[in-house]
């Protein structure tokens, strides 16, 4: 018997993996975080399953379920949004799998960061305008972040910062990221990236919340701030490609 944490992406049904569609439609036993993932996702599980929708569960609660199918050798599809390896509160799971010999797989998925970057047609790594990401989030009511981890200590990098769980924090958010990426700095807010229902906010940190209170955004939200949001005119060409540029897998230079 096997526990599979399975990603079931953002939002999309059709983002969802060949292998995680396979592996929902294998098993038995499907728990599925259904304030964020689909019906149409978990519709893949076979017929007589039993399927049950955690959000108002705890984790005991959801634990107990899983103890009972290893007792009857079922495995378990238990399918988080996005990527179960980011912020999918599967560590926990994990630990207590673990204590009771239980085996688990993680099989990942879309991310939010990545959908979001797809809905407003962008690369995030541009050339000598910004070439890492941030992932973060803020802590409101959720457990608190490691010291280190601030949005100042961040911003000092000038690096594209993916931010959830934030969207009620913004008027702060902006306060704090304002003197180091100034504030005419590209922002863009994603409601639901990839849903039928997504709306997508463009702005700079001195307009963006603004912007979000008349559109009365106030969860499930992600908030990317960074250069490479703005005008992409002016970088250069990838040496990737670059014809002058010879690598491994094309070890001569080839003429203009």
């Known amino acids: 018997m096997t526990v599979y944490f399975i990603g079931a ?42 399927v049950l929708d955690t959000a108002a569960m705890t984790l005991e609660e959801t634990h107990a379920e899983i103890v009972a199918a290893h007792a009857q050798g079922r495995d378990v599809a238990r399918v988080h949004s996005g990527d179960p390896s980011l912020y999918g509160a599967i560590a926990e799971q994990i630990r207590r799998l673990k204590a009771d010999g239980i085996d688990y797989a993680i099989i990942p998925g879309v ?22 990401i941030v992932l973060t989030r803020m802590s409101m009511k959720s457990t608190g972040l490691p010291a280190g981890e601030t949005l100042e200590n961040f911003a000092a990098t000038g690096t594209t ?10 008027r702060d958010i902006v306060r704090r990221l304002v003197p180091f990426y100034g504030a005419d700095c590209p922002v863009a807010v ?25 559109a009365k955004i106030t969860r499930t939200a992600l908030i990317m701030v960074g250069p490479v949001l703005g005008s992409q005119h002016g970088f250069p060409d990838s040496a ?17």
């Open 9 to 50: 992406g953002p939002g999309d049904p059709e983002l969802l993996t060949l292998k995680a569609a396979r592996l929902i439609g294998a098993c038995p036993v499907c728990l599925y975080a259904g304030s964020l993932v689909p019906e149409a996702v978990v519709a893949h599980a076979p017929e007589g399953a039993r």
């Open 190 to 214: 994603v409601y639901r990236a990839s849903w039928p229902d997504q709306v997508i906010l463009r702005g700079t940190l001195a307009d963006i919340h603004g912007a979000v209170r008349e």
């Open 111 to 132: 991310p939010a960061y990545a959908a979001a970057a797809a809905a407003m047609g962008t690369e995030l790594t541009v050339p000598e305008v910004g070439q890492s």
């Open 161 to 170: 910062l993916a931010i959830h769980l934030g969207i009620r924090a913004l």
């Open 240 to 256: 990737l490609y670059d014809a002058a540029k010879p690598h491994v897998l094309r070890p001569t230079a080839k003429k203009a």
